[in-house]
């Protein structure tokens, strides 16, 4: 799979991701309804390759940086029972592979948190190419996957009547990346 056939425009080399013009989001049900929040720090970088299937992405999520726009809410997921910011302070991702499947293109990877690595596949759409104000070259790429939370370790919940339950398990992931092609 070559650069200029899967992403026109794309050149080989390092690109660091700007964290000013990228987001990590997250969506997982709570009661009835759904509660998104992001990580608003976190640092990585996207080396492309001439071949795209040896590319490589990486990333590190502070924990502590979890806004799901109620400090109550975040005060207790930073804690053991769920995210256990002191013992765990940074989530990572990095990749394991490159491919293309039915016109999709996926990230494979190992995505570690709690201090619990596992694999997770992130469709990616790669979202173009273009010069910045500043004289730079940046690139855009969406991705996104979902994860059961309980493959990681995360147990809490709080059982409702029935067979319900306060949040669910599954928890949709949601990247927008804006990289900086290095000088």
Do not use: C
Request: net charge negative.
């Amino acid at each position: 799979m070559s650069i200029a056939t899967s992403a026109p425009g794309l050149t080989a080399g390092t690109w660091n991701i700007d964290p000013a013009h990228s987001e990590v989001t997250f969506t997982i049900r709570h009661l009835m309804s759904k509660v998104r929040g992001s990580f608003t720090d976190f640092t990585g970088a996207v080396r492309i390759d001439e071949d795209l299937a040896r590319s490589t992405a990486t990333a590190e999520i502070q924990v502590a940086s979890l806004d799901t726009r109620n400090a109550d809410r975040d005060a207790h997921v930073r804690t053991s029972d769920v995210l256990d910011v002191e013992n765990h302070p940074t989530m990572t991702f990095a990749t394991t592979g490159v491919r293309s499947e039915g016109g999709a293109h996926y990230l494979d990877g190992d995505l570690t948190i709690k201090g619990v690595t596992r694999p997770v596949s992130l469709e990616v759409e790669f979202n173009g190419v273009g010069e910045d104000p500043w004289g730079g070259t940046r690139a855009g790429f969406s991705a996104s996957t979902t994860i059961n939370r309980k493959d990681w370790g995360i147990e809490f919940n709080v059982p409702l009547k029935g067979e319900g339950a306060l949040l669910g398990d599954k928890v949709d992931l949601h990247l927008e990346v804006q990289a900086v092609l290095a000088s």
